[in-house]
């Protein structure tokens, strides 16, 4: 054992808030794991010199193709909606893609281990360009949502499995840094997108179908390189023993997958998210609204099945999607709590936040609005970039977390002072960087915390259970804001505006490009920068509550220490092999 390996022992051994290295009721040896991960961890010794740079470039393109579409295609979801008359239902349609992007994660992570990282980077290209395609050739909002929805199954895909690639080639004390650097093409598109946004817009924001439309040739283009390098390391791994190919027919490979997949806990969860989480927007809009008998059928039936899902895991699944052993891991579970509270919190003021910058800020360009609306993102990206280097050098997470949410939560408080005509340029740059700052330095230190809390085979599941309930916490907070705003602005509007009839009204609320052809001075545009500014307020004081609550719970994570193996849990390296045995591979 070298010198740094016994210094990283002691300090694991001597940290009171470490579990042991063998976990109890766990097997952390490799037999048990699936065939996935088997292939990761026998492609990892081939991996060396031009072909390790090549899989870091393909990761490169893959991070900036993500980026690219994350800072430019929702800029155009607004117009999309309004060129229908149907601004008022982005709530409706984030709320669907939502719950895809959150009950996605763990069917990609269970299907990149059952079969290959390869294979579901493959199944995860097919949904982005068929999405893409869909939301282009649009005729109206049922196929933009439609669309929407299967991009969103490649576009959480693409995440999950960017974040499972780094957990599987990187040691713990490295992995903060890469798995942040894997973001900071977001430095860059947060300035190239606004110009791109614009381009794509034009001066009559018609030109949203070829934002979207141009996608389904970038992806294949970009994913292109890390598919085949993943390929051809699992196909050298298997020339060279490292794979052994199973004897298995169609039938039965199928079977098995299914099985390996847990495919009926992941329906039984998708069916229960999807039923609890769709009515909180879907009622707004429905006859009789809560008392809408669909609106009843979905609240009751959504519990009932998640639920199901619960016991069928606990009793009968032969491949636990979520084992009973999670629910004692301190780590998982804090941060499952902290992402959940966090995102609720983050969509409760980010969701309407563009629409109402556009509104209460006249003077503003398209492309001004877009260098704002990604402050927060380049916050994020800047400051967990500085968190991974923090950790790479104290070898610790958890009072970086707590730091981290703290400054969330101040960010968070300075908008209720400074949100919209009420603020200075100044003051709202400010509040968007503090929230960035906080929730970059948030993301990086749980996702690393939760993923040094398990053996190997189980980090893909992990890294899916975890970023599933951050999402749903985003789905929550985004249905709440449309609850809010649905229920909310026509009433502000009928107060600040109390000269226009409703169907002016409605106009107004239903479409931002009809609010925005007024002049700043005019009086129907200070009536509904007025009410935009009292709806943003009700959110922003939601939004402050709710971000309490993780604080507390980071206080309760374990305080891993971050050294050079690919878990805190057993004694085991990237390649799968234990530290004594890897001179012998």
Known sequence: MSVHQSDEKKHADSSSDNQPHVVEGVNVGGEDAQIGVKRVEAAARVFKGRSKWLLYLGLALVSYIYSLDGTTTWTYLSWAQSAFGEHSRIATVSVAQGVIVAIGKPVVAKLSDTTSRTIAYVCVLIFYVIGYAVIASANGTSQIAGGIVVYAMGYTGLQVLTSIIIADITTLK?????????????????????FISEGILGPDFKGWRWGYGMFAILVPVTLSPLILTLGWAERKAYKLGYITDNEESFVAKWKRIAIDMDAIGLILLAAGVALLLLPLTLAEGAKGRWNNPSMIAMIVLGPFFLIVFGFY?????????????????????????????????????????????????????????????????VALTVFAIMAGVIMRFTHRYKWLLVAGLVIRLAGVGMMIHSRGARGTTAELVWTQIL??????????????????????????????????ITEIGGVVGTAIAGSIWSNTMPKRLAVHLPFLNQTARDQLFGSIAAAGTFPPDSPIRIGTIEAYDDVMRTMLIAACVIAVVPIGVALTMPNWYLGDKQNAVDDKDIDGAHTGDLKAV
């Open 313 to 377: 895991e606990w009793k009968f699944a032969p491949r636990p999607l979520a084992p009973g052993r999670f629910l004692t891991n301190k780590a998982i579970v804090g941060a499952c709590v902290i992402g959940f509270f966090d995102f609720a919190s983050f969509y409760l003021t980010f969701t309407y936040l563009y629409s109402f910058i556009y509104i209460t800020q006249p003077g503003w360009s398209t492309r001004e609005l877009t260098y704002f609306a990604n402050t927060q993102t």
């Open 174 to 194: 490295w992995r903060g840094l890469v798995q942040s650097l894997t973001s900071a093409p977001f430095i860059v598109n947060a300035f190239v997108s606004a």
């Open 435 to 468: 929230q960035g700052l906080g929730g970059g330095i948030a993301a990086i230190t749980t996702t690393v915390g939760s993923q040094a809390s398990v053996p190997h085979k189980d980090v893909a599941i992990v890294t899916a259970i975890v970023l599933l």
